[in-house]
């Protein structure tokens, strides 16, 4: 805890963009300016740090952004802020400008440079902003509603199409090394196949027979959710469909995933996680990452959410291959 007042702040996105940072942003902005605060946003992310891209915010500078995919901070992956001398530049520039504390809105990678900035004095809360709900510390990150329902309207048109041809389609879905995009929009939209970095074991055989017994019952199409931790849908086609005899298709969807407009649940969360990190600062608390956990919001010590780890629910995957069958 720090004990001095903390008086002016900034505020960052980091690493990919994720609908409902904006509506973050607008909340840390909005919640520090009604705690008597100044604020400050940066552009660029850690990037934008080191340039100097740091300017005033008000409440107008945040006004018409809630429903806005994408970040209005913009962002970016800063080589140079992950070396020390780097971390102590960007200390030094903030120092410079009085302020005395920094919201990361991020992933955890995002984090690591959070605690690199209190190392050097300034008081730091870190916001969970991925699409990928791989933050070990949260059950919840900003944006990963909307992109699960973005990619689960995009497999649903994949369906339709892939059911008309009788064809099976691999459909890869975002989520770096993690599956939870994969398995909740797979199991939203009924595949009959979720492969999941975690759990993958490279037994093509037992997809393909998979595929056979389907086809035995009647099925005349099939749709596998491929998660990119796994990757090489396209080549996984070729094999597919010269195995089974049925043709295959892959569709990677991509960055479509990160953008467009928040879900009402994404813009909430996000307005609350917000406001919560303007809360911790004027009561003093750093090194703190706002969390989501067992249905209420709750903040962590950076160090300690860091070191927790996740996994996807051995549960939910029993679920979903029962759905499968
Ligand atoms: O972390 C969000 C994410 O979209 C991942 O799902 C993906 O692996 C990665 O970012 C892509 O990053 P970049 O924008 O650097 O290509």
């Not at 960052?12 to 946003?41: F, H, Q």
């Not at 064809?167 to 879905?173: D, G, H, K, L, N």
């Not at 990160?258 to 303007?278: E, L, Q, V």
């Amino acid at each position: 805890m720090a004990e001095k007042e903390i008086k002016t702040i900034a505020v960052l996105t980091s690493g990919g963009d994720a609908p409902g940072m904006n509506a973050a942003i607008r909340a840390v902005v909005r919640k520090a300016l009604s705690n008597g605060m100044k604020v400050y946003g940066i552009e660029k992310g850690y990037q934008g740090l080191l340039n100097g891209e740091i300017h005033e915010m008000t409440s107008k500078d945040v006004s018409d952004s809630i429903q806005k995919g994408g970040t209005i901070l913009r962002t970016a992956r800063s080589e140079e802020f992950g070396t020390d001398e780097g971390k102590a530049k960007g200390a030094k520039i903030l120092k410079d400008l009085g302020i005395d504390a920094v919201v990361v809105i991020g992933g955890d990678g995002s984090y690591k440079g959070a605690l690199g900035l209190s190392k050097h004095g300034i008081a730091v809360v870190g916001l969970p902003g991925t699409i990928d709900l791989d933050i070990a510390c949260t059950d919840y990150t900003i944006g990963f509603d909307t992109a699960v329902n973005t990619a689960m309207e995009a497999i649903d048109k994949v369906r339709d199409t892939s059911s008309s041809h009788e064809r099976c389609s691999i459909i890869e879905v975002m989520g770096r090394g993690a599956g939870y995009i994969a398995l909740w929009c797979g199991v939203a939209s009924g595949a009959e196949e979720i492969l999941l970095p975690e759990n993958y074991d490279f037994d093509e055989q037992r997809i393909i027979n998979h595929i056979i017994q389907a086809r035995k019952i009647g099925k005349t199409h099939f749709l596998i959710v491929n998660a990119e931790g796994i990757g090489h849908s396209t080549s996984m086609a070729r094999r597919i469909e010269a195995a089974t005899g049925m043709e295959t298709r892959a569709t990677i969807l991509g960055y479509m995933q990160r953008g467009g407009s928040p879900t009402c649940k994404d813009r909430f969360y996000a307005t609350i996680m917000g406001a919560y990190a303007a809360d911790l600062l004027k009561q003093g608390k750093t090194n703190r990452v706002v969390c989501h956990m067992n249905g209420d919001f709750c903040d962590y010590d950076i160090d300690e959410a860091l070191a927790m780890k996740k996994t996807v629910p051995e549960y939910w995957v029993e679920i979903a291959r029962a759905m499968s069958r």
